[in-house]
């Protein structure tokens, strides 16, 4: 796994507490622990950081799941002039 460049990691925050994060492996890891002391960790996939809170992410997964499901012309915008 690519590491993240500090430019990126200095902006990034927690979208839960507001920490600051930093790279373990294929993670981003809270420098701070939540109130129940835990350190809050988010996927990186493709090199993009998933920075959803933890109860949002079936809810992700599954809207993922249904748009490509739908096929390749199903999301695209149609123009009025078409």
């Not at 927690?14 to 420098?31: A, F, I, M, R, Y």
């Not at 992410?57 to 390749?72: E, F, T």
Request: charged share 20%; glycine share 8%.
């Amino acid at each position: 796994m690519p590491k993240l460049s500090s430019e990126l990691l200095s902006v990034l925050r927690c979208p839960v507490t507001g920490s600051g994060l930093v790279q373990e492996g294929d993670e981003l890891v809270t420098v701070t622990a939540d109130g129940a002391g835990n350190k809050l960790r988010y996927k990186i996939e493709d090199g993009i950081p998933l920075l959803l809170p933890p109860e949002l992410l079936p809810a992700a997964a599954a809207a993922a799941a249904d748009q490509h499901d739908a096929g390749p012309h199903a999301a695209a915008p149609r123009h009025a002039a078409e």
